[in-house]
């Protein structure tokens, strides 16, 4: 049936946006959805070629202390470097938000410029400067800090600050957009109303802005527990966190199926953390809204 | 009311005076590694020390015969290349669809398409090597264009639709009763208005592509060596100073593209 051209192009312009979703929708379905599917399959598989149904992989990462320690290591090695983000990032972004429009330029490019030079690079900066003879130790030194040398390469507090500065962008900028669209009248009147500074940054700024701390923190949270080149240049052979742990059953013990059911407790482990946050996430959102 | 004027100055001193240390603290925090670095690479000497004992070119003049830097640089080069181009064709259309919808299909979708940001990268690399491996592939070029496509099309969607949320809808109506078609509609109005969006999105991609380590890890084959592997490899291995060479090339030519992305499509404003 010929349909008139007036309405044909309407129908195509407002009605159906499928056609456009389907070009990614089936490279996602074909790349991202099956080989997933695959993951979980293997993961209950006792080896890479047969089909004999087995949750002997899960019992066994359960069981064993050194596995689940492993992945109470990485998640909460995120929380920490989350945190660190959080509490350097929101005074960027406060500053951020209240600067002239030329210098929020300068200060966001600063921001988003470790972001963008490459991981690996940015780690390895910081070998030359946390190094035993590196940049860190040679301040440290010299202004009387520390009699020795201090050791922060493969250190836990070594990797969560390299972390932190290799994520933050993640943190600050999802922060600086909610902060540019709160009302600056509602900060002026909680001060004609006799709050101080401090009363209306916590009564009004910082709820008002929760969303984006949300947001900035789901991002920081699932890079930073996901941040392989970081977690292993840094934290070294001997510091193990999921990905690594991940990397060496597969490539190293060439233990596909454990790998498989390692990777599949990690995902599920990360996506529980960033759906609890995303709940807390709505709720504040519907409280900046009110 | 000269007093509590007083008093609320002083307040407002101390969270300007505590907030402007934190953040300053962090902005040296975030610059830098990357100065630091840069500097180190110009050293004339063997070790990696700072300040650098003395200044020479000698280490970027020795990577014009570190073959298997340059092939790994070229063959990341080319993967980027194609990732960006596929992220953008694939990722426009779908932020049309997203822009365009309020289905709960949409919604999905875009839940979907952004996912790759959220999950293990190294988890989806794992599982796309088990993948090719049922299927009886091996790993190679084409099949890691197809894996940096997934965890770098977020990038571009995200740009994307953002810029056609600011897009005013009226201007599309008058472009149709003008008469103008759908593709014309899209090729003459749509597009130049969210090229910014678009530009800064691709830039996005094909960074995020250049630098990826979880997938490349392994989806690359033997013979194709991508750079970031061959670095992070050097580092665990020795410390060579050509790699802060080629680590100095990488941070140049990034600012290099930063400042024409900020010029070009106000990258800035963009990643806000």
Redesign the interface.
């Known amino acids: 049936m010929r349909v008139p051209r007036i309405v044909a192009r309407r129908a195509a312009m407002t009605s159906s946006p499928t056609p456009l979703l389907l070009p990614l929708a089936a490279l996602f379905v074909a790349f991202f959805v099956a080989p997933l599917i695959v993951l979980v399959a293997l993961s209950l598989n006792a080896d890479t070629a047969a089909a004999t149904w087995t949750a002997a992989n899960y019992v066994k990462f359960f069981t064993d202390r050194f596995n689940y320690s492993i992945l109470w290591d990485t998640l909460f090695l995120g929380v920490k470097a989350t945190l660190v983000c959080l509490v350097f990032g929101y005074p960027i972004a406060w500053i951020c938000a209240r600067a002239s429009v030329r210098w929020q330029s300068v200060l966001v490019f600063l921001v988003i410029l470790p972001i963008l030079t490459s991981v690996v690079v940015r780690t390895f900066a910081w070998i030359v400067i946390l190094g035993r003879q590196g940049v860190l130790n040679q301040v440290a030194l010299s202004l009387g800090l520390a009699q020795e040398p201090l050791r922060l390469l493969y250190t836990e507090p070594g990797v969560i600050m390299v972390l932190a500065q290799v994520q933050m962008p993640l943190m600050v900028l999802p922060i600086l957009t909610v902060l540019t669209k709160i009302d600056p009248n509602l900060a002026d009147a909680s001060r004609v109303l006799g709050a101080g500074e401090w009363r209306t940054l916590w009564r009004v700024t910082v709820p008002l802005s929760l969303p984006g701390v949300i947001a900035g923190c789901i991002l920081t949270y699932s890079a930073c527990v996901t941040a392989f080149v970081t977690q292993t240049l840094i934290g070294g052979a001997r510091l193990i966190y999921m990905p690594l742990h991940i990397y060496q059953q597969a490539i190293g013990a060439n233990n596909w199926p454990f790998a498989a059911a390692i990777s599949v407790i990690f995902m599920v482990a990360v996506l529980a953390v960033v759906a609890v946050l995303s709940v807390i996430g709505r709720k504040s959102e519907s409280y900046g809204g009110a | 009311m000269a007093a ?1 004027r007083h ?2 100055d002083w ?2 001193l ?2 300007r005076l ?3 240390v ?2 300053a ?3 040296v ?6 100065v ?2 840069l500097l ?1 690479s110009f050293t004339a000497s063997q070790s ?3 300040p650098p004992d003395g200044l020479s070119l000698r280490w970027y003049v020795a990577l014009l015969d570190a073959d298997q830097m340059q092939a790994a640089a070229w063959n990341s080069l080319v993967v980027a290349l194609w990732t960006t181009l596929l992220s953008v ?3 426009t ?2 932020a ?3 822009a ?2 309020r ?1 709960s ?2 919604r999905a ?1 875009d839940v ?2 952004m996912s ?9 690399g ?6 090719i491996h ?1 299927l009886g592939f091996a790993p190679s070029i084409p099949v890691l264009v ?2 940096h ?2 965890v770098c ?1 977020p990038f571009v969607l995200r740009t994307t639709v953002a810029a056609l949320s600011q897009l005013d809808p009226a201007l ?1 109506d008058a472009s ?1 009763s003008l008469g103008a ?2 593709w014309m ?1 899209f090729r003459r109005v749509t597009l130049p208005l969210i090229a910014p969006g678009l530009g800064a999105g691709a830039f ?1 991609a094909f ?1 995020a592509s ?2 990826n ?2 997938v490349s ?2 989806l690359a084959d033997e013979r194709s060596e991508m750079l ?1 592997i061959h ?2 490899q050097q ?2 291995t020795n ?1 060579d100073v050509r ?2 060479a080629v ?1 100095g090339l ?2 140049i030519f ?2 290099i593209l ?1 400042l024409l992305a ?1 010029r070009l499509a106000g ?3 963009q ?2």
């Open positions: 509590p008093a609320t307040e407002a101390s969270l505590v907030f402007g934190l953040a603290i962090a902005i925090f975030l610059v830098g590694p990357t630091i670095m180190t990696l020390k700072f064709l694939l990722g259309a779908a049309l669809g997203i365009r919808s289905s299909l949409a979708c979907l398409f790759p940001l959220l999950l293990p990268a190294l988890a989806f794992f599982a796309a090597l088990i993948f049922k197809l894996g496509t997934v099309v599309l149709q078609g759908g509609t996005l960074m250049f630098d380590v979880p890890l392994f970031p670095l992070w580092i665990e410390l790699t802060a680590s990488i941070v990034t600012l930063m900020e990258l800035t404003r990643m806000r």
